[in-house]
């Protein structure tokens, strides 16, 4: 847009694909692969879904911690990248992690759970410079529509370190 591009990739913090457990040594390897190509890396997608190691931000114990845990790999990550230069910029992508359904047997205090997890979300992203963007989505409780998505954005009320991923393929369903 306006001479504005990105030539590079984003990268999804998940085995078979990136490991989301890589050492630092191996993610200087894979920076200095993607870099060898002409490429830069952007965003970053924290695996938060149980199937991938996290939990539900909905869930106030053990599935919240995981959700926290997986966001707090992604920012070593997505810092380190930063530091050594391979990613100029770019966010670490979330989402509630927990299905509509079980959102709406109690939506406004699952969106409360939810928020206060983002929340401590975003603590963590700003502890590593970062920045979450949260994809709103039909498939994803408390982000399921664009009301409910704003809603949450508004609950959780940090700008500074939760934006929006307008995906427009998702954000329109």
Request: some cysteine.
């Amino acid at each position: 847009v306006e001479g504005v591009k990105f030539d590079g990739v984003d990268l999804f913090l998940s085995d078979p694909h990136v490991s989301i457990d890589l050492s630092d040594d191996g993610v200087k390897t894979l920076a200095e692969s993607i870099q060898g190509r002409g490429l830069a890396i952007g965003s970053l997608v924290a695996p938060v879904w149980e199937p991938t190691g996290g939990g539900s931000a909905m869930d106030e114990g053990e599935g919240r911690a995981r959700f926290l845990g997986q966001v707090r790999k992604a920012c070593r990550i997505g810092k380190l990248l930063r530091d050594i230069g391979a990613r100029p910029d770019g966010a670490i992508r979330i989402d509630s992690a927990v299905d509509p359904g079980s959102w709406a047997a109690d939506p406004e205090g699952n969106q409360k759970r939810i928020a206060e997890t983002f929340r401590q979300a975003c603590d963590i992203a700003a502890d590593h410079g970062e920045t979450l963007v949260a994809e709103g989505e039909v498939c994803w409780g408390g982000m399921h529509s664009w009301r409910r998505m704003a809603q949450l954005l508004e609950m959780v009320n940090r700008p500074d370190a939760l934006g929006f991923q307008a995906d427009m393929a998702h954000t329109l369903l």
